[in-house]
């Protein structure tokens, strides 16, 4: 036999993860909460594509944002086409809107997506090249109240999961109309005090001097404290878009906190921009990120429709949201002998018809190793079917946790489990 033909482990891909049953029951936990939530204000989900035209990447991150286009997982077809994994969410999503002229239908544009990201970053602890990303967004709405209600979604959804010690920022980073002249300053400012800032934010003092901010670099950022703030500079249309925004966030009664300096990394935000941030991710990191963005949606060849959305990492959030052990209660059927099987595969059946979940294995083992598995499988109840029981027609239920045990008839069982009563 040649190496060829060998059996042998072919392992998972750099960067990637197995989401094992153990985690994914908290997974669905958070999905199912954001779907419940942003459902109650009337989003609906969209599913696109994981892969797209290279272009459309290109263009939906600015021409200035090369980190992510940098990080792109691209592939060349067969047909010789280029094509991404996405990187981000929206603007899969504006594409759609503007292919399916969803905003020539009556329904509201707001959607809400979950499912995995791809870049090729260099794989690092608790970064993947494949990971998850919840987002919502909305489009067609200039009123500020909606960054309001969006503001107040988030902060539902966390408080609903229970997640703690979060944080609320925002700012506005301003328009086509107002940005240039504050840039402007900005740089200026900069320059004055190129010294002190690291290279890389020297850099970004000529392309995107916006990106300063961004920096981690302890000393970068106590040089950027003293730069002119962009809420100082603000046109009019911006400035009462802003103070709108915070008198509706006020009306919610949602406690939140203006930093200047918050202006997220990607260039095609206008007017709000905010963050959820904790600290028990370690330095004030952010949950959940988001903004408008309302210019996009033309940049793309559509209509002129404004946009605001939020997205967040899934990996991320998981970490925070407590309750790792949501066990579900379950019968575990131990059976005795061929005719005692028959039975219990029956008695399965109409326990998970009825809706609770029922396990039977088929691998034989004896009455005390059987309880045993049961046991450490955690089971709830136990029903045990053996020759005698189903002679009698009566099978024996008990209560792992209270150590109880009961006989009744099949029916009778049925209702015990189904009402959780025993
Ligand atoms: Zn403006
Ligand atoms: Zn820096």
């Not at 600290?279 to 209509?303: H, T, V």
């Not at 955690?378 to 792992?400: C, F, H, P, T």
């Not at 109880?404 to 009563?421: G, V």
Request: with cysteine; hydrophobic share 35%.
């Amino acid at each position: 036999m040649t190496d060829k033909y060998k059996p042998k482990h072919i392992p998972s891909i750099k960067g990637t993860k197995d989401i094992l049953p153990d985690e994914a029951r908290k997974w669905q936990k958070v999905e199912a909460s954001a779907k419940r939530i942003f459902e109650l204000y009337g989003y609906r989900e969209i599913r696109t594509p994981v892969f797209e035209a290279t272009e459309l990447f290109e263009k939906g991150t600015g021409e200035t944002s090369d980190i992510v286009i940098k990080e792109m997982y691209t592939f060349t077809d067969k047909g010789g086409r280029s094509l991404t994994l996405r990187p981000e969410y929206t603007p899969s999503v504006v594409r759609a809107i503007i292919e399916n002229r969803l905003n020539l239908k009556p329904q509201p544009m707001r959607f809400y997506f979950m499912g995995p990201m791809f870049r090729y970053d260099k794989p690092q602890k608790g970064r993947y090249r494949q990971f998850h990303q919840i987002d919502i967004e909305v489009f067609g709405e200039e009123d500020p109240a909606i960054d309001a209600e969006i503001v107040q979604m988030a902060d539902f959804f966390l408080k609903n999961l229970k997640v703690k010690d979060t944080k609320i920022v925002v700012n506005s980073v301003g328009c086509k109309e107002c940005r240039p002249s504050y840039l402007k300053k900005l740089k200026a400012a900069a320059e004055k005090e190129k010294r002190r800032l690291c290279e890389n934010c020297r850099r970004k003092m000529a392309t995107n001097p916006l990106r300063i901010f961004d920096c981690k670099i302890e000393g970068c950022r106590d040089t950027a404290k003293n730069f002119p703030k962009i809420t100082d500079s603000l046109c009019v249309e911006c400035e009462t878009h802003f103070h709108q925004f915070c008198s509706f966030l006020d009306l919610f009664g949602i406690t939140y906190e203006i930093d200047p300096r918050l202006v997220r990394g990607i260039d095609y935000y206008t007017k709000t921009t905010f963050e959820i941030v904790t600290s028990k991710l370690g330095a004030q990191d952010a949950i959940l990120g988001g903004g408008r963005y309302d210019e996009m949606m033309k940049d793309f060849g559509g209509p002129d429709i404004c946009g605001i959305g939020f997205a967040m990492g899934m990996e991320r959030l998981l970490d925070i949201v407590p309750g790792e052990e949501d066990k579900q209660e379950f019968v575990y059927v131990v059976c005795m002998g061929e005719e005692a099987k028959g039975a219990g595969m029956k008695l399965a059946k109409r326990m998970r018809e009825a809706g609770r979940e029922t396990l039977i294995e088929y691998r034989e083992r004896s009455l005390k190793n059987q309880m045993a598995r049961a046991n450490k499988l955690e089971a709830s109840w136990v029903l045990i079917v053996g020759e005698d029981e189903v002679k009698r027609g009566k099978y024996q239920l008990k209560n792992m946790k209270s150590g109880e045990q009961i006989e009744e008839a099949e029916e009778n069982i049925l209702k015990i489990i189904r009402d959780k009563s025993f």
